[in-house]
């Protein structure tokens, strides 16, 4: 049965009845990967509070860890879709930008990052990175064939002056583009 997080604890709580500050610690504590046996370690010896029953932790781990995961990846998505869109001026095909959203929505969303998918994330960038490049040498070479052919344009022109008005026009259209 789901506990519902805004529902007031009941009164016989164990761990809803502890100090304010040691509720927080647990919570951190939980949040910070705590295994199970730790925090039944830490209550017994820090707060004095025995737990009799696995349902206990459980149903304080629903009331107050896991609303704040839940607001960490919600935070997460969007920080990772805005980071993606300021990305998003290079041309990634579709496939890709959706992966970097992936990783950057892991990676924000966990208090550690794991190292694999921070490996996967920087072949990504790397991955965007050689496409870059790709596409500035094709540009470049398509730049050079476009110059070489208005080069040998103007040689075949040069003594014509209506022709070369004309071309000049052309000259102005293509060094905007």
């Not at 609303?67 to 935070?75: A, E, G, W």
């Not at 050079?144 to 209506?162: C, Q, R, V």
Request: net charge positive; with cysteine.
């Amino acid at each position: 049965m789901p506990t519902d997080p805004d529902k007031k604890p009941r009164a016989d709580s164990i761990l809803d009845g502890m100090e304010e500050v040691r509720i927080m610690e647990l919570r951190d504590g939980l949040l910070g990967g705590w295994s199970h046996e730790q925090c039944i370690g830490w209550l017994a010896t820090e707060c004095g509070v025995v737990i009799k029953s696995g349902s206990t932790l459980n149903t304080f781990y629903k009331r107050h860890c896991a609303p704040i995961i839940k607001d960490r990846r919600k935070l997460a998505a969007v920080k990772s879709e805005i980071y993606v869109k300021e990305a998003g001026r290079t041309d990634w095909d579709a496939a890709t930008a959706e992966l970097v959203s992936q990783v950057t929505f892991e990676m924000l969303d966990g208090q550690r990052t794991d190292p694999k998918i921070a490996e996967k994330f920087v072949k990504l960038v790397l991955k965007k990175d050689a496409q870059d490049q790709s596409r500035n040498k094709a540009r470049e070479l398509a730049r050079t064939k476009i110059d070489a052919g208005m080069e040998a344009m103007l040689a075949e022109i040069k003594h014509n002056p209506k022709a070369l008005a004309i071309f000049k026009q052309l000259q102005e259209v293509v060094a905007k583009a």
